[in-house]
């Protein structure tokens, strides 16, 4: 069974950074994509922010976000991070972690989304 756990949100003041993580396990994921995304609230949709290839490590990033998040991984401990810097009240949001075969359609499998809130 495929799982991916997300962890590190929580409450932090604007400015801050913070990291999250995504434990993943139940296959290989070589030649996925693993991505982040996240919903802010009151949207219905989720916003892309980062993804980076599993085997590779190719990057890519939103324009929203490529100055202040940096999406790392762990091939050893399965795990992928977002770095994230100077955050913003607008970046309170539920942070998600999927991944997707690189050059598919859609991120099959999806984490429980880890909340993020920026305070004043």
């Known amino acids: 069974q495929v799982q991916l756990v997300e962890s590190g949100g929580g409450l932090v003041q604007a400015g801050a950074s913070l990291r999250l993580s995504c434990a993943a396990s139940g296959r290989s994921f070589s030649g996925y994509g693993m991505g982040w995304f996240r919903q802010a609230p009151g949207k219905k949709e989720r916003d892309f922010l980062a993804v980076i290839s599993w085997s590779g490590g190719s990057t890519y990033y939103a324009d929203s976000v490529k100055d202040r998040f940096t999406i790392s991984r762990d091939v050893a401990k399965k795990t992928v991070y977002l770095d994230m810097n100077r955050l913003e009240l607008d970046d309170t949001a539920i942070y998600y972690c999927?991944?997707?075969?690189?050059?598919?359609?859609?991120?099959?499998?999806w984490g429980q989304g880890t909340q993020v809130t920026v305070s004043s």
């Open positions: 999927a991944a997707g075969l690189v050059g598919g359609e859609l991120y099959e499998y």
